[in-house]
């Protein structure tokens, strides 16, 4: 194992270290010490390396992650995992405001809470939430699914695209044009598998889907008025 | 941006401490916000004298022999401490109307940053580093404090446009955020006799709660019907004699960390300017809710 120990090495010397790895390397896993709220720690990764941060860490930590494996084992500021492409990020306590933002793949796991604005406008990631997320999550999402196991704050999914979101506790309230949908076989599969993947104690009948009612994809005459 | 940091200790031997804490925490949130910076320290109380933190731009000339000067105008028994562009007045709280008409009758050209039994507010255009290092901010005691770094958007780069706001006798405000509402807001307190001294918007959500307070709200009431009152974005910290609080408005996008443990409550605009106070590896860190007033009283 590799140690970067951040009370050391710059922040730019540690992404540039990290940023090396790729797919054939033989220093795999990483971890990095002392990273006392820094930002941007373990951005831009691309290749199939596993990097455990001890401590918490500041704003966008993980960001456009293409296939490592980022571990966070205390709580990660805004926008971590924000942009993911691929692999995983997992985070052993909360995370801030938008959490996963923009994600075109991968999985975002927060052992957690999460705050407002999770998944917002999520391209494709997988978000799994074990406590609570805050309001406007899923704004604008696109595809991907989000599962959380606790509760959503106000106006979740507004304005949703295809994202799907999987919610156990309660929902304070539903976003526009984002409703309540019917639970399909392929739909528990899929919660099944991200439930697993994400070491989640919860079982797929408990939760509810909620998606969009595409009533805002196209221009509707009644509403010109509203210009 | 703008970064806040507070500091409300619950563990009395942290006091010496105190302003030497609160500028490590200030001077990490320095990129958040390098063009002013200040501080509000809750010091000792010293028997029934109340204390008036001015500013002058000519200290040299302002602040010279201010003392005699108005302690012959008056009949009080003022003391003056001076520390770089500011100084301490103290005073008996009784004669505190005429003190307060005498310095702007002398000295118009002298700022009230604060006043109160405890409260000094200092605050300079510059780094937090520097701000510090001019008023000897590390080697204050108190128990509590808060500071603020500026990114000035929405009024000019000044002493007076840096924070903290006093709200009243003893009382002060940060913000991180814009209000919108602030000019229409002005104006109506302005028609209810309030006075501004910049074109700031923290100023005006200051100068609203201590409106509202001097309505009978007490802070907590106040800063609930800011949140219907107040446009735009905020996460204010608030100091009071006894006590310290925070709220955030309800979209909640300017970033806010709280602490506790046993000795203290700490804020951060991040966690990074937390990572150096005692035990908070197992301190209970939290993002406070949006729309939602926290508040802690000694």
Same mark, same amino acid.
């Given at each position: 194992?590799?140690?970067?120990?951040?009370?050391?090495?710059?922040?730019?010397?540690?992404?540039?270290?990290?940023?090396?790895?790729?797919?054939?390397?033989?220093?795999?896993?990483?971890?990095? #010490?002392?990273?006392?709220?820094?930002?941007?720690?373990?951005?831009?990764?691309?290749?199939?390396?596993?990097v455990?941060?001890?401590?918490?860490?500041?704003?966008?930590?993980?960001?456009?992650?293409? !296939?490592?494996?980022?571990?966070?084992?205390?709580?990660?500021?805004?926008g #971590?995992?924000?942009?993911?492409?691929?692999?995983?990020? #997992?985070?052993?306590?909360?995370?801030?405001?938008?959490?996963?933002?923009?994600?075109?793949?991968?999985?975002?796991?927060?052992?957690?809470?999460?705050?407002?604005?999770?998944?917002?406008?999520?391209?494709?990631?997988?978000?799994?939430?074990?406590?609570?997320?805050?309001?406007?999550?899923?704004f604008?999402?696109?595809?991907?699914?989000?599962?959380?196991?606790?509760?959503?704050? !106000?106006?979740l999914? !507004?304005?949703?695209?295809?994202?799907?979101?999987?919610?156990?506790?309660?929902?304070?309230?539903?976003?526009?044009?984002?409703?309540?949908?019917?639970? =399909?076989?392929?739909?528990?599969?899929?919660?099944? !598998?991200?439930?697993?993947?994400?070491?989640?104690?919860?079982?797929?009948?408990?939760? =509810?889907?909620?998606?969009?009612?595409?009533?805002?994809?196209?221009?509707?005459?009644?509403?010109?008025?509203?210009? | @941006?703008? *970064?806040?940091?507070?500091?409300?200790?619950?563990? /009395?031997?942290?006091?010496?401490?105190?302003?030497?804490?609160?500028?490590?925490?200030?001077i990490?949130?320095s990129?958040?916000?390098?063009?002013?910076?200040?501080?509000?320290?809750?010091?000792?109380?010293?028997?029934?004298?109340?204390?008036?933190?001015?500013?002058?731009?000519?200290?040299?000339?302002?602040?010279?022999?201010?003392?005699?000067?108005?302690?012959?105008?008056?009949?009080?028994?003022?003391?003056?401490?001076?520390?770089?562009?500011?100084?301490? +007045?103290?005073?008996?709280?009784?004669?505190? *109307?005429?003190?307060? %008409?005498?310095?702007?009758?002398?000295? $118009?050209?002298?700022?009230?940053?604060?006043?109160?039994?405890?409260?000094?507010?200092y605050?300079?255009?510059? +780094?937090?580093?520097?701000?510090?290092? /001019?008023?000897?901010?590390?080697?204050?005691?108190?128990?509590? *404090?808060?500071?603020h770094?500026?990114?000035?958007?929405?009024?000019?780069?000044?002493?007076?446009? %840096?924070?903290?706001?006093?709200?009243? @006798?003893?009382?002060?405000?940060?913000?991180?955020?814009?209000?919108?509402?602030?000019?229409? +807001?002005?104006?109506? +307190? /302005?028609?209810?006799?309030?006075?501004?001294?910049?074109?700031?918007?923290?100023?005006?959500?200051?100068?609203?709660?201590?409106?509202?307070?001097?309505?009978?709200?007490?802070?907590?009431?106040?800063?609930?019907?800011?949140?219907?009152?107040?446009?735009?974005?905020?996460?204010?910290v608030?100091?009071?004699?006894d *006590?310290?609080?925070?709220?955030?408005? $309800?979209?909640?996008?300017?970033?806010?960390?709280?602490?506790?443990?046993d000795?203290?409550?700490?804020?951060?605009?991040?966690?990074?300017?937390?990572?150096?106070?005692?035990?908070?590896?197992?301190?209970?860190?939290?993002?406070?809710?949006? %729309?939602?007033?926290?508040?802690?009283?000694?």
């Amino acid at each position: 194992m590799q140690t970067l120990d951040m009370a050391e090495v710059t922040l730019r010397e540690v992404n540039s270290k990290l940023q090396a790895q790729k797919a054939s390397t033989n220093q795999q896993t990483w971890e990095i #010490v002392n990273p006392r709220g820094s930002h941007a720690i373990a951005c831009g990764l691309d290749g199939p390396i596993e990097v455990t941060v001890l401590g918490s860490t500041g704003y966008y930590c993980g960001g456009m992650n293409k !296939d490592a494996t980022v571990h966070i084992m205390g709580s990660a500021g805004p926008g #971590v995992a924000e942009n993911m492409m691929s692999g995983k990020v #997992v985070i052993e306590g909360d995370a801030s405001q938008y959490a996963g933002a923009t994600g075109n793949g991968g999985l975002l796991v927060i052992k957690g809470n999460a705050s407002s604005r999770c998944g917002i406008s999520m391209k494709g990631i997988d978000i799994v939430v074990h406590g609570n997320i805050g309001h406007m999550s899923a704004f604008m999402a696109q595809s991907g699914n989000l599962v959380v196991l606790g509760n959503a704050g !106000d106006a979740l999914g !507004d304005s949703l695209y295809e994202a799907r979101l999987f919610v156990r506790g309660e929902v304070k309230s539903l976003g526009a044009d984002c409703i309540e949908k019917e639970m =399909r076989p392929e739909h528990l599969a899929i919660l099944a !598998d991200l439930l697993s993947q994400a070491d989640a104690d919860a079982r797929p009948e408990e939760f =509810r889907r909620y998606g969009s009612a595409r009533q805002l994809y196209n221009f509707n005459i009644d509403n010109a008025s509203a210009y | @941006m703008c *970064g806040i940091v507070g500091l409300f200790l619950k563990d /009395r031997s942290l006091e010496p401490k105190l302003g030497s804490m609160l500028t490590d925490m200030l001077i990490t949130m320095s990129d958040r916000g390098p063009d002013s910076a200040g501080i509000a320290i809750y010091g000792a109380e010293d028997g029934d004298k109340v204390k008036l933190t001015v500013q002058s731009s000519h200290p040299t000339e302002d602040f010279n022999n201010l003392d005699n000067v108005l302690s012959q105008a008056t009949g009080a028994k003022v003391s003056i401490r001076i520390i770089d562009t500011h100084a301490v +007045l103290e005073f008996s709280d009784k004669q505190a *109307g005429e003190v307060r %008409a005498a310095l702007v009758e002398l000295r $118009p050209d002298i700022r009230v940053m604060s006043a109160g039994d405890l409260v000094e507010i200092y605050k300079e255009v510059g +780094l937090p580093k520097d701000v510090a290092e /001019r008023f000897n901010i590390p080697s204050m005691s108190g128990s509590h *404090g808060i500071g603020h770094t500026r990114m000035a958007t929405e009024s000019a780069v000044t002493t007076m446009g %840096a924070h903290p706001f006093s709200t009243g @006798m003893d009382q002060c405000l940060v913000h991180n955020g814009s209000l919108s509402n602030h000019n229409s +807001l002005r104006r109506k +307190l /302005r028609r209810e006799g309030i006075t501004f001294e910049t074109d700031n918007d923290t100023e005006v959500g200051a100068a609203y709660l201590t409106h509202k307070m001097q309505q009978g709200s007490n802070l907590g009431e106040a800063l609930e019907s800011g949140l219907d009152d107040l446009d735009g974005f905020y996460t204010f910290v608030v100091g009071t004699k006894d *006590g310290f609080g925070v709220v955030r408005d $309800p979209i909640a996008c300017k970033p806010a960390v709280l602490a506790e443990t046993d000795q203290y409550v700490a804020f951060g605009s991040e966690y990074r300017a937390l990572v150096n106070l005692p035990g908070i590896d197992n301190a209970r860190v939290w993002e406070p809710e949006p %729309a939602t007033v926290y508040f802690w009283k000694h």
